[in-house]
């Protein structure tokens, strides 16, 4: 089956520190990589996505690489800000009989301290 | 162009009671998926509508079950509810169009469902 594994936080970084969410995946098939970011009290938002391998997305200073060979898709930023601070999901989807059904990591919580 | 509504945001039921959570996804999408959120199993897939037909489903029990209707808004039931059904339960919706690489989906605000 499908599954997605990530870090487990909390994190909590200073405001202009580097971050990095590892994620790993598993997966039958081909699948399409993304993170989602849930700020309190929200539904989830799509942060960024990348379809097939080498692919980077990358979105408000957010960046990923899909790798297959190593199936992963880290999440970095290079400075974060209060702004930042959220819980972060890596997902994958692999197309099937046209469904595109999320599967999710367990999500990481990010608090950034001005 | 508005984004995905679900009424109500707030539920509180007791046990052995039903519930029915609205959705409203963005107009043109076609694609209603719905998802359970606890602190303890995280996000997990229920299942999705396209065209009102059910297109995939989630491991979870006949009590939970859905619809969708013409105009692509959909409702999740659940019956004789569970102490473990208190979640936020998250409608996602997208143009569902088959044979693309991935299919954005656009995320509601979610229902607290707590049930007592």
């Known amino acids: 089956g499908n599954s997605v594994t990530q870090m487990e936080g909390p994190v909590t970084l200073s405001e202009e520190a580097f971050l990095t969410i590892n994620c790993t995946y598993t997966?039958?098939?081909?699948?399409?990589l993304f993170w989602y970011v849930q700020y309190p009290g929200e539904g989830l938002q799509l942060l960024l996505k990348?379809?097939?391998?080498?692919d980077k997305g990358s979105n408000k200073g957010f960046e990923a690489t899909y790798r297959k060979e190593t199936t992963s898709f880290h999440l970095e930023k290079g400075s974060v800000q209060v702004s930042d601070s959220a819980v972060y999901f890596c997902?994958?989807?692999?197309?099937?009989?046209?469904?595109?059904?999320?599967?999710f990591g367990k999500g990481t919580k990010l608090s950034v301290i001005p | 162009k508005a984004g995905v509504t679900q009424t109500p945001r707030y539920l509180i039921k007791t046990r052995g009671q039903q519930v029915t959570l609205s959705c409203s996804p963005i107009?043109?999408?076609?694609?209603v998926s719905w998802y359970q959120q606890t602190p303890g199993q995280g996000l997990q897939f229920l299942f999705e509508?396209?065209?009102?037909?059910?297109?995939n489903k989630g491991n979870f029990p006949g009590r939970f079950s859905g619809r969708q209707f013409s105009n692509s808004r959909s409702e999740m039931n659940v019956s004789t509810l569970e102490l473990g059904d208190s979640a936020l339960y998250l409608c996602?919706?997208?143009?569902?169009?088959?044979?693309?690489?991935?299919?954005?989906?656009?995320f509601g605000p979610g229902t607290r469902l707590t049930v007592l």
């Open positions: 996602a919706s997208s143009l569902g169009a088959s044979g693309d690489a991935y299919n954005e989906q656009f």
């Open positions: 997966a039958t098939g081909y699948p399409s």
């Open positions: 990348a379809t097939k391998a080498d």
């Open positions: 997902a994958l989807s692999v197309p099937g009989a046209g469904s595109y059904q999320l599967t």
């Open positions: 107009s043109g999408h076609r694609s």
């Open positions: 509508y396209f065209s009102e037909t059910q297109r």
